[in-house]
């Protein structure tokens, strides 16, 4: 097997471990992933009109977001727990959509990357949506979560292309 494509958090007997970073150089590390709540179009004009009978959706969100990062490593198995320097939870709105994307920026100095951080940032601020606001609409979509992209570490530089 290729080093690319072995698989790091199993050893030489299949069994699973946290992988060791003790000998890895703390470099600055930086993961954007982003994901989108689909929505019917009364639920999307109570969120931005700030009219949700829970409060404020998107500030909420944020935070959980927030929150969600530098808590990664106690919801995902051998997940190194980092000391994050900046987290960033943005919202954007598509009224044609009828939509709302969240991008989670991450960065940190240290060993390992902080990808597993930004993933959880986004589905966790879009799944705070959906909790603040599924009284109205049970039928929001939570979609196209991905890492957009990373960039920092041995490996270097990642940016997502679509497919066809």
Known sequence: MSSQTTLTHFDERGQAHMVDVTTKEATHRVAVAQGRI??????????LQGSAKKGDVLGVARIAGIMATKKTSDLIPLCHPLALTRVAIDFSSDEQQCSIECRATVETVGPT???????????????TIYDMCKAIDRAMIITDVKLI???????GSYRHSPGP
Do not use: R
């Not at 689909?38 to 969120?47: D, K």
């Not at 990357?113 to 799944?127: C, F, R």
């Not at 992209?149 to 490996?155: C, D, L, N, P």
């Open 38 to 47: 689909v929505m019917n179009s009364g639920t999307l004009s109570t969120i």
């Open 113 to 127: 990357g902080v990808e597993m951080e930004a993933l959880t940032g986004a589905l966790i601020a879009l799944t």
């Open 149 to 155: 992209e990373k960039h920092g570490g041995k490996s």
